[in-house]
C-alpha cells in the first residue's frame, strides 16, 4: 500500500517537474504518460524473465524499492540536466512538430526510465513468493490482495498529494518524501526477506501446471490484459472529461476523480476472489459483460449528473463541503462501471496464481496491460473523443468490452454445467 501511495506521488511530481521543461499541452502530458506506463511495461516483462534466478524475493523486492528512491530523490537534479539539452534540441528546429514531439519523449524517458522500470518489475517479483505455498487458492487469494492493496494505495497517494502533500511540502519535498517512503519500504523488505527462507529454483513442471490451473490459452491472456488496460484508461479519460465539465478543473477536482476512479477498481480487485469462485473459469467474460452493460446502463446518470451537482452544492459554503459534494458526484458516476472494470485484471492474476511459475506470466500480463493503458489513454484522448463525442464514445467502449466478453467466453471451456450455463449468459448479457 506505501508503495502505490509514493508511485503515484512520483508520478505526479514527475509530470510537474517534465511540465516545467516541456510545458503542459496534451503532447507533453502524452509524452509523459507513454514514458511512465512503457517504463512500468518493461520492468515488468524484464521482472517476470528474471525473477525466477532470485532466491529470496523479497530482498530483491527491497532491493528495487530502494533504486526507486534513490532515482526519485535525484530528480531535481536530473530535470535541470534534461532541461538544457531539451532546449538544445529544441533550437535546432523549433517549427519541426516531429523533432520537437520527440525530444518532449526523450527527455521523458531519460529521466523516468529508471524507476519505472523498477516499479513494473517488482509485481512479478512479489508473485514469486506465492508460487511456494501447496494451495493454490491460497495462492490467488494473496496476489489479488497484493493488487488490491497497491491500488488502494494509489488512491490514498493521489488524494493525499492533491489536498496535504503538494500543497504543504512544495514539489522538491514532495519528492524527496516519496522517494523516503520507497526507501523505508524497501529496508523493511531486505529484513523481512533475509530472514525468511530462500524460495526453490524454478521449475518446469506441465503436469502441475495443468493439475492446479485451468489451461487457458496465451491469447486469450494476451488478449483480456491487453483489452483490459486499453479500455480502462480509455474510460479513466472520457471520465476525467465528463466531470470535470461538472466539478471543474481544479488539481483538487482532479486528485479527487483520480482517488475515486482507484478506490473504484479497488473495489473490484477485492470482489474479484468472490466472483472467480463463484463463476470460476466463464468469470472474465462475466466480468467484461457487466462492464459493457454498465457503461451503457449510466449513460442516463451523465446527463442528470449537472443538475444533481448543482442542487447539492448549491448551499455548500465551506471548502470541505464543497469537496465532499465534488467527490460523491465523482463517486455517483464511476462506482458501478469502474468497479466491474476492476474485476478483468484482477481476475487475470487470479487465473494465473494457480500456475507453477506464476510470476513468468505476472510480468508479460502486466507489461501487455500496461502497454494497452497507454494506447487506450492515448488514442481515447486523440481519436475517439474527439472524433465522437463523450456520449458515443462511451457507447462504443461499451461495445468493445462486449466483442472482448464474446471472445473470451468462446476460448474458454467451463468443465462444470453451472460454468457453462455463466459463459452463454455472459454472451447473453454482452450481446
Not at 57 to 69: K, R
Request: glycine share 10%.
Amino acid at each position: 500500500m506505501a508503495s502505490g501511495a509514493a508511485g503515484l506521488v512520483d508520478q505526479v511530481c514527475f509530470s510537474k517537474f517534465l511540465s516545467y521543461v516541456v510545458g503542459s499541452t496534451a503532447h507533453a502530458v502524452s509524452a509523459v504518460l507513454a514514458a511512465f506506463m512503457g517504463g512500468m511495461a518493461l520492468g515488468a516483462q524484464l521482472g517476470g524473465r528474471y525473477a525466477a534466478r532470485v532466491k529470496r524475493p523479497l530482498v530483491a523486492y527491497g532491493v528495487l524499492e530502494i533504486v526507486v528512491a534513490v532515482a526519485v530523490a535525484l530528480t531535481p537534479v536530473a530535470f535541470g540536466g534534461v532541461g538544457s539539452a531539451y532546449v538544445a534540441l529544441v533550437e535546432l528546429a523549433p517549427q519541426n512538430l516531429a523533432l520537437v514531439s520527440a525530444a518532449r519523449w526523450l527527455c521523458a524517458v531519460l529521466v523516468v526510465v529508471i524507476p519505472t522500470m523498477a516499479m513494473g518489475a517488482t509485481l512479478p517479483l512479489l508473485a514469486r513468493l506465492t508460487e511456494g505455498r501447496p494451495d493454490p487458492r491460497s495462492r490467488e487469494r494473496v496476489l489479488g490482495i497484493l493488487y488490491a492493496s497497491n491500488t488502494f494505495g494509489g488512491a490514498l497517494g493521489s488524494l493525499g498529494c492533491a489536498y496535504v502533500i503538494l500543497p504543504a511540502l512544495g514539489l522538491h519535498t514532495s519528492t524527496l518524501a516519496a522517494a523516503a517512503t520507497s526507501a523505508l519500504v524497501g529496508v523493511i523488505a531486505i529484513v523481512l526477506g533475509r530472514r525468511g527462507p530462500e524460495t526453490k529454483p524454478e521449475t518446469e513442471s506441465r503436469a502441475v501446471i495443468e493439475q492446479e490451473g485451468p489451461h487457458v490459452s496465451p491469447r486469450v491472456l494476451d488478449l483480456v490484459a491487453f483489452t483490459s488496460g486499453a479500455l480502462v484508461f480509455s474510460c479513466e479519460v472520457l471520465f476525467v472529461h465528463l466531470l470535470v465539465l461538472v466539478v471543474g478543473t481544479s488539481a483538487y477536482a482532479f486528485g479527487v476523480i483520480l482517488s475515486i476512479f482507484l478506490i473504484c477498481l479497488f473495489f473490484g480487485a477485492m470482489l474479484a476472489p468472490v466472483v472467480h469462485r463463484i463463476f470460476g473459469r466463464a468469470s472474465l467474460p462475466i466480468a467484461l459483460a457487466l462492464a459493457a452493460l454498465a457503461l451503457t446502463g449510466t449513460l442516463d446518470v451523465w446527463e442528470r449528473l449537472p443538475d444533481l451537482f448543482r442542487g447539492a452544492a448549491g448551499s455548500k459554503a465551506t471548502f470541505a463541503e464543497r469537496e465532499a459534494v465534488r467527490g460523491l458526484a465523482a463517486f455517483t458516476a464511476l462506482v458501478i462501471p469502474t468497479t466491474l472494470m476492476g474485476l478483468t485484471f484482477p481476475l487475470l492474476l487470479q487465473t494465473i496464481a494457480r500456475r507453477e511459475n506464476a510470476h513468468r506470466l505476472v510480468g508479460r500480463v502486466t507489461a501487455v496491460n500496461t502497454l494497452g493503458s497507454v494506447a487506450g489513454a492515448l488514442v481515447a484522448g486523440y481519436f475517439i473523443l474527439p472524433a465522437l463525442g463523450s456520449q458515443r464514445s462511451m457507447v462504443v467502449i461499451a461495445g468493445i468490452f462486449a466483442a472482448v466478453a464474446i471472445v473470451v467466453a468462446a476460448f474458454e471451456r467451463p468443465v462444470s454445467a453451472f460454468g457453462r450455463a455463466a459463459r452463454y449468459a455472459s454472451a447473453i448479457i454482452a450481446v
